[in-house]
Each structure stands twice: as C-alpha cells, then as structure tokens.
C-alpha cells in the first residue's frame, strides 16, 4: 500500500519562500524517481522539479534557480524548497513515485496547495 503525503503549502507573498515535503510508505523509496508535479486551475499539470535515486535533477525551465529538490532516503523524505515565488507559480502541488523498471506505474499523493498572492 503506497502512500505519499504532501506538506507545507500555504500562503506566501511574492518574493517568500516555502518548503514542501513529502512522505512515502509501503515501497522502496531508495531505488525510486521521484519527482514534484503542480497543476493550475484550467491548465495540465506539469513536472516541476525531479531527482532520482542517484541525486540527478532537472527542473522545468520557469523554475530552475529559484526551487530546489533534494531528498533523504533515511527518512523515505522527498523535499521542494521554493525560493523567490511569484503569483504564477500558485498551484496544487503533488508528490510523484516511479520506477525504471516498470515507468508507467506512477503513483500520486494528494496534493498541497501553494499560493502567492500579496
């Protein structure tokens, strides 16, 4: 039984600074891909942030210098610091697990809500 439970959302001003976590359970979070998706009212959700179980990680463009996504395997923790938001960057975000050897299983935590608003 899987779960990933997302923390840390709430609202900010412009320019602030959140920290996201993520707590999995019931699978091997070591050897996993994990990965920060957001989605916005009327747009598709898209990948923030992702770092896999070496430490590589890549970051969607509109983000990339100002969020960082780490990890501790110890803990099964998954982390988002977001650094310098700015209004577009409010959304639900989510917690996303995979695996290479088995990709299109993915699963999802419930989401926490970001806003940026002054």
């Known amino acids: 039984q899987v779960e990933l439970v997302e923390s840390g959302g709430g609202l900010v001003q412009p320019g602030g600074s959140l920290r996201l976590s993520c707590a999995a359970s019931?699978?091997?979070?070591?050897?996993?891909?994990m990965g920060w998706y957001r989605q916005a009212p009327g747009k598709e959700r898209e990948l923030v942030a992702q770092i896999t179980s070496g430490g590589s990680r890549n970051y969607v463009d509109s983000v990339n210098g100002r969020f960082t996504i780490s990890r501790d395997n110890a803990k099964s923790m998954l982390y988002l610091q977001m650094n310098n938001l700015k209004p577009e960057d409010t959304a639900v975000y989510y917690c996303?697990?995979?695996?290479?050897?088995?990709?299109?299983?993915?699963?999802w935590g419930q989401g926490t809500q970001v806003t940026v608003s002054s």
């Open positions: 996303n697990l995979w695996y290479y050897y088995d990709p299109k299983k993915a699963y």
């Open positions: 019931g699978t091997n979070f070591a050897i996993a891909v």
